[in-house]
């Protein structure tokens, strides 16, 4: 299975921006539908976003203009730009890779509080 470490997290005011990484540890990462989900204390893990091997994305209505996936297959990573953020963002966000072939993973995951 794939290996995926996420960084980028922190601590940033509302109205602030992020931007998240995710690096895989396969060269076949291209092959992967990735999305970036989150949870937050007390709540269920939910999907923020989704990108297919193709490039097709789809996003949850409360991030819609505000966050933005991407990947570059060449560099094996996935990220999610997020502006506009509020403090209902605030959440642990993962990474998560899935091949009808492969499997999924998960990686450990990134913390982001939205915070004044």
């Known amino acids: 299975q794939v290996q995926l470490v996420e960084s980028g997290g922190g601590l940033v005011q509302p109205g602030g921006s992020l931007r998240l990484s995710c690096a895989a540890s396969?060269?076949?990462?291209?092959?992967?539908?990735m999305g970036w989900h989150r949870q937050a204390p007390g709540k269920q893990r939910e999907l923020v976003a989704f990108?297919?091997?193709?490039?097709?994305?789809n996003y949850a209505d409360f991030v819609k203009g505000r966050f933005t996936i991407s990947r570059d297959n060449a560099k094996n990573a996935l990220y999610l730009q997020m502006n506009s953020l509020k403090p209902e963002d605030t959440a642990v966000y993962y990474c998560?890779?899935?091949?009808?072939?492969?499997?999924?993973?998960w990686g450990q995951g990134t913390q982001v509080t939205v915070s004044s």
């Open positions: 998560h890779a899935a091949s009808a072939t492969k499997g999924s993973s």
């Open positions: 396969e060269n076949i990462f291209r092959f992967y539908n």
């Open positions: 990108i297919s091997s193709g490039g097709s994305t």
